[in-house]
Structure formats: structure tokens, C-alpha cells
């Protein structure tokens, strides 16, 4: 027997993923649908000796084919094989959700109308005569609860016991469809055309509601009076940056970062010392055993040791979007948004990057329109990111010792700056003309569903390891071997190939204060990943591995300033490479990230080169305009 297929359909935040996730669990693949960034979800199962597979179609509130998601959703059902098509519908905002409902209708799909968060609408006080709305639309109806297993065997036994095909559209919803088809043939304009069937289709759902929902509500439901503290005009953005620091701390203080360290010590400690001790056992050249050790387990072992914060955060993520608060960020903080060339969605992408910019361009998915995707993808990593941190707080240390606090905060507000400013300049160039959706409905709040915040969180999280770890992996192997070869083979560090292409970057900085080939190493080092510019420094200017902790900033910072490095800055060329540092080319793990995310290398050579150019072009003027007002 051939394996049933099932598509699962519906506006975003009507329980689709949980319902998903419900009937599939852990048997899902996680990809991407071809050419875009959406993700693709498909899920299998078996019930009363049946195959089933389940795909997860994006949520999307119409199927206009204007967004990826719209484009997705229409596509797929118009050109596959489709036993079942589910249309996931809030129970408690039918007039609403009916909308995308019609439209799929109007193209000639059969559904299944799965309604809902009965719960939800009982609470709200709406009763839903099922039968009338199965005469009204003339397709079977079911009601669920996502996350009940009751709601689970329903539908599998709804999947395995009814033939679409076998239903029709009702008389009235026929001649709606008829009424439909003469208007789009009708040759007017597409604006006047569209407006009336928007029209058309509101004032059948209208009618339909009308007959098959009751209402008993009186007064304020709990969402709208948690929305009065919640999303008030005074209240809403003190609100906001409270949760956000809360989201920060658990993830960089409380909890993420604690498992970070732990992580971090035991790879650089006795997971190192155990690999060490069996090359030495195994009598592996030494070579090899610094590109191991060096290059695989020091390069690759940092990386990993962002995964318990990447986990972390985006657990905290789930949790506040499963419970609707995420819609409210986004409504609060459009208008805000709406200036730099983004949406509202666009904040917590942004706000993110403060952490890592590694999950912050991760986040950026959730963005409507591809051009807010790929705007916010190419500004967030010009934020201050903890692995910049260190670079700061060392040369603030070392050459600005009394206004060391002033000169990081400056850091951070030139990051935000550039970031609005970036953004701006590319929805006026690149992105010119590409509209910037907003269309946002307030879920209702409710406790999220434990089973679909853990299993999104895996999915965020296994994407990282696997995608960017094999991307840094050989960024890893290629600087170990610049750093330890030259044409005559293995040398030191200081005759290395890192070493000449430190002094060929090296002349590009002629005009910045910094043309030593040990800042131009450090910086392509930085490439691999920022942290790397301090100890790479610690290296080359001879004080060994220096810590970058935030609480042993001030002993690195002391330990270099006994070198040749203090002599090779003066204090305002000093400022210049902070700018530069702050500004230029992402680490290699977020590369890879922007390479996975905006599914191109153009945009990842992009984000490359044009940061860089930026960071030049501005750390220029820093320098240069310093020196003409006799700093």
C-alpha cells in the first residue's frame, strides 16, 4: 500500500507546528524548501497499518504568491499529489483564518478543516456548530486541541478513513467561486479586481460565521487585559528591554554561559590532554599533531563551545514566541523598526546579535519578506558581539586606562549606528523597490507546548553544529596550515604564510595608524574568529596565550603592554583599529551561517566584502580626521 500523503496548511500561530510535531515527534527531516531560506519539515508515521508522511506547510495568511511562504504553500498543493490537505484554523478567529480557507477553495483544493484550539475558543465563549459550517462551506470539519493526544488519534483516523475527493464545495460557496473566476476574467485593472474579491470574500465569511458561531463573551478576555500592561504605549518597550535582559542573563550569565565555560575547559583540558596522549602513544607526527590539536580541536572546540548558548537562547526564544508575547515585540517596535528599512519582526534578530551574531542571523527566518531577511542578515553582525568584547576591553585597557568604560560603550553605539545606517542604505539600493511586508495577528496568550518548544530548539540547534561546524572545520585546517607553513614547509609563526599576508593586510592600514604585519595577521586570524585577534596578538608580539575573560582582561592588557605592541600604537591609531575590528568582515562561523541562511555564496561574498570596505572607509576617517584636529 502506497504511503498516504498529508499537507498540513494554515494562517501562523493556529497550533500547526504543535499539531505537527504532535503526530510526528522525533520522526521528522528539517530542510529547506529549494531556493529559499523556509524551512521544510516533513514528518512520517504509521496508524492502522497505513504510511503516512505529513508535511508541514509555512503559515502564511493568504496565498496571494507574493512572499516565499505564499509562493511555497500555493506551489506545493497546485503541483503535488496530495491525499489530504489539513486546514489548520484557529477555532477562536474564524474570521480571520476562514480567509486563506476560501482562497484555497477558490483553487480548486478539497480540505480538511481542522478547527483548532477548541479550548481557546471555549474560554472566549464561542460555540461552534460544526455541522452548520460543514453544510455552509460543504468540506468536513474536525475540532482538536494541538497538543491533546485525543485530538492526535483523531485525526489519524480522520487521515485513514476519508477520501477528499469525495467532497464538493456547498451550492453557495460554488457560486462564490463562480462569481470569482468572471471577476479575474473580467480584464479590469488588478488593483480594482483584487479589492473586490477581498470584499467578496470577507462578506462570505461573514455570512457563514454569522450562522455557525454563538457568543457568550462579555467583557475583557484575559489576553486583551494582559495586553493592557503588556503592549500599553507607556509601559510596552520598559517592558520589552526587562524581558530581554532576563533572555540575556539565563542565556550569557545564569545558564548558557556557565555550560559554555564548562564545555569550553573540559575540550581545551582533558578531552585535549586525552587526544594528546594517544597521538604521543600512536607516534604521530608532529605535524600532524599540531594540526590536531591546534587546528581541529582548539579551532573546531571553540566553536562548539557556543552550542549550550545557542541552545539556550533559542529555547527562551520558543518559550516567549509560544507564548504570543513575540507578536507584541513585533507590533511595538514597528514604527521603530519602520526607519532603518525593517519591520517590526526585525528587533529581536538585532537584539540577538548583542549575544553571537551566529543565532542572531539564524533568527533572521522569521522575517516575512526575503528583503527583510537578507536586510537584517547583512547589518547584524556590525553589532557587539561577546566575541568582540575582548578586543575592546583590551585596547581600552591598554591605551585609555581611565575612560577604558566610555571607549567600549562607544563601541557598542557605533555597531547600533552602523547597523541602522547599513540598513538603510541597502533597502535604498540593493533592496530598492522590494516591499517590506507587516502582517501581524495577536495570538492569544497561552502556556507554550513544551513537546514544540524542545523540538525547534533541537532543530535551531543541530542546524549550527552541523552546517557551520563543517564550515569552520576547514576554516581551522587553513589557517593552522598558514600559520605553520611557508614554501620551505613547517616554520615558525613569524616566517609563516600567515606572517606575509599579515604584511600584505599590513598595507592596506598605511593611512590608518596600523600597517604592522602583526595587526594585518591579526586581523585575517579575527576572520577565523574574533577572539583570535587577541591571542594571535599574544603570540606574535611574544606574551604567549593570553586570556580573553572578561575578569583577566586587565592582566592580558599588562602582559602585552610589556611587548612591542604598545610602541606599535599610538593612542589614537589604537581607536582607529577598535573601529575597524568592530566593523570588518564576520567571523568564519557566521560566513557559514550566511551562507546556509541567505542560501548563496554571492550574499556571503557580499557580507565579506562590503563589511570590510565599510570598517576601512571608517576607520580612515577616525584616523585621519584625528589626526587633522591634533589627536
Known amino acids: 500500500m502506497s504511503t498516504m500523503a498529508v499537507a498540513l496548511t494554515g494562517n501562523p500561530n493556529v497550533g500547526k507546528s504543535t499539531i505537527f510535531n504532535e503526530l510526528t515527534g522525533a520522526r521528522q527531516k528539517i530542510g529547506n524548501w529549494p531556493g529559499v531560506t523556509v524551512d521544510k519539515k516533513v ?6 497499518n497505513r504510511a503516512i508522511s505529513v508535511v508541514d506547510l509555512p503559515g502564511t495568511y493568504s496565498v496571494n504568491a507574493r512572499s516565499p511562504e505564499e509562493k511555497i504553500v500555493i506551489d506545493y498543493l497546485l503541483n503535488n499529489k496530495v491525499d489530504m490537505v489539513v486546514d489548520v484554523v484557529d477555532s477562536s478567529n474564524l474570521d480571520r483564518n476562514l480567509y486563506l480557507t476560501v482562497q484555497l477553495l477558490e483553487k480548486g483544493i478539497s480540505l480538511l478543516i481542522d478547527l483548532n484550539m477548541k479550548d481557546e475558543a471555549e474560554r472566549r465563549g464561542l460555540k461552534i456548530d460544526t455541522r452548520r459550517l460543514e453544510d455552509a462551506i460543504g468540506m468536513p470539519v474536525v475540532e482538536t486541541v494541538g497538543h491533546s493526544k485525543a485530538s492526535r488519534e483523531k485525526l489519524l483516523d480522520v487521515f485513514t478513513s476519508t477520501v477528499m475527493l469525495n467532497y ?4 453557495r460557496l460554488q457560486a462564490h467561486i463562480d462569481a470569482v473566476k468572471e471577476i479575474e476574467a473580467s480584464g479590469r485593472p488588478a488593483e480594482e479586481i483584487e479589492e473586490e474579491l477581498v470584499a467578496r ?3 462570505l465569511i461573514d455570512s457563514i460565521v454569522a450562522e455557525a458561531v454563538t457568543s457568550t463573551a462579555l467583557g475583557q478576555t484575559t489576553s486583551e487585559k494582559i495586553d493592557a500592561v503588556l503592549a500599553n504605549g507607556w509601559t510596552a518597550i520598559p517592558i520589552f528591554i526587562a524581558m530581554v535582559y532576563v533572555m540575556f542573563q539565563i542565556t550569557f550569565e545564569w545558564i548558557g554561559q556557565p555550560m559554555a565555560d564548562a564545555l569550553g575547559d573540559y575540550i581545551g583540558g582533558d578531552f585535549k590532554d586525552m587526544v594528546a596522549a594517544q597521538l604521543e602513544a600512536w607516534a604521530v607526527e608532529e605535524w600532524m599533531q599540531s594540526l590536531i590539536l591546534d587546528g581541529v580541536v582548539d579551532g573546531v572546540g571553540g566553536v562548539l563551545t557556543f ?3 545557542i541552545f539556550v537562547l533559542f529555547f527562551c526564544l520558543s518559550f516567549l514566541d509560544g507564548t504570543g508575547y513575540m507578536a507584541r515585540v513585533a507590533f511595538i517596535t514597528d514604527p521603530i523598526m519602520r526607519r532603518a528599512g525593517l519591520s517590526g519582526k526585525g528587533i529581536m534578530p538585532l537584539m540577538m546579535g548583542f549575544g553571537c551574531a551566529v543565532p542572531a542571523i539564524m533568527g533572521a527566518r522569521a522575517l516575512d519578506s526575503e528583503k527583510d531577511r537578507l536586510t537584517s542578515i547583512l547589518v547584524t553582525p556590525f553589532l557587539t558581539c561577546g566575541a568582540k568584547l575582548p578586543i575592546m576591553a583590551l585596547f581600552a585597557a591598554m591605551f585609555f586606562p581611565e575612560n577604558a568604560g566610555n571607549v567600549v560603550f562607544g563601541m557598542y553605539f557605533l555597531g547600533i549606528a552602523m547597523a541602522i545606517v547599513a540598513a538603510k542604505l541597502l533597502s535604498g539600493t540593493v533592496f530598492q523597490g522590494e516591499p517590506s511586508t507587516f502582517l501581524l495577528e495577536l495570538p492569544p496568550y497561552r502556556m507554550p507546548d513544551m513537546k514544540t518548544v524542545l523540538l525547534e530548539t533541537w532543530d535551531k540547534g543541530k542546524g549550527y553544529m552541523i552546517k557551520a561546524g563543517t564550515i569552520i572545520f576547514a576554516a581551522c585546517v587553513f589557517i593552522w596550515f598558514l600559520g605553520h607553513f611557508n614554501f620551505s614547509g613547517m616554520a615558525e609563526m613569524e616566517e609563516s604564510f600567515l606572517a606575509s599576508m599579515g604584511a600584505a593586510m599590513a598595507s592596506l592600514f598605511t593611512f590608518h595608524g596600523f600597517a604592522t604585519w602583526e595587526a594585518g595577521a591579526s586581523v585575517i586570524a579575527g576572520i577565523l574568529a574574533k577572539e583570535s585577534v587577541v591571542s594571535t596578538m599574544g603570540i606574535l608580539y611574544g606574551a604567549g596565550e593570553l586570556s580573553t575573560e572578561a575578569d583577566e582582561i586587565a592582566e592580558t592588557a599588562s602582559a602585552l603592554a610589556k611587548t612591542g605592541m604598545a610602541a606599535s600604537f599610538t593612542t589614537l ?6 573601529v575597524f575590528s568592530q566593523l570588518y568582515t564576520p567571523c568564519a562561523t557566521a ?8 542560501g548563496s555564496w554571492k550574499w556571503t ?11 576601512w572607509v571608517v576607520s580612515l576617517l577616525v584616523y585621519q580626521g584625528g589626526r587633522l584636529l591634533g589627536f
Do not use: C, D, N, W
Not at 464538493?168 to 451550492?171: K, R
Open 201 to 203: 470574500r470577507y462578506a
Open 43 to 48: 514528518g512520517y508515521i504509521r496508524h492502522q
Open 307 to 309: 552550542v549550550p548558548l
Open 591 to 598: 560566513l557559514g551561517t550566511i551562507k546556509k541562511e541567505a
Open 573 to 578: 591609531s589604537a581607536f582607529a583599529f577598535m
Open 605 to 615: 561574498a557580499f557580507s565579506a566584502v562590503y563589511m570590510f570596505a565599510i570598517a
Open 168 to 171: 464538493e464545495p456547498s451550492p
